[in-house]
């Protein structure tokens, strides 16, 4: 799977998330760029990843995310296992 299909299903899960099909993903999009990005969005980002590509994030991996660039980096590493 690529980048761009990964960043392609993340902005439909970030619309359905945060209800703004406005949302633009950018590789260093953190949540201090979504003004609705809150820990329980954080959670139900996460929750919806997981179930869309199929595999399971430890809270070390998602805790150390910095931003979406590094969100897909592991998704890909995910998707490749």
Excluded at 9 to 16: E, Q, Y
Excluded at 44 to 56: H, K, M, N, P, T
Aim: net charge negative.
């Amino acid at each position: 799977m690529t980048d761009s299909e990964i960043f392609s299903r993340l902005t439909d899960i970030f619309h359905d998330v945060f209800d703004n099909d406005d949302i633009e993903l950018t590789p260093d999009m953190t949540a201090e760029d979504v003004e609705e990005w809150d820990s329980l969005s954080h959670i139900r980002l996460i929750v919806a990843a997981e179930r869309e590509f199929g595999v399971s994030f430890s809270s070390s991996e998602v805790a150390n995310l910095e931003n979406v660039g590094q969100f897909v980096d592991l998704i890909v590493a995910r998707t490749a296992d």
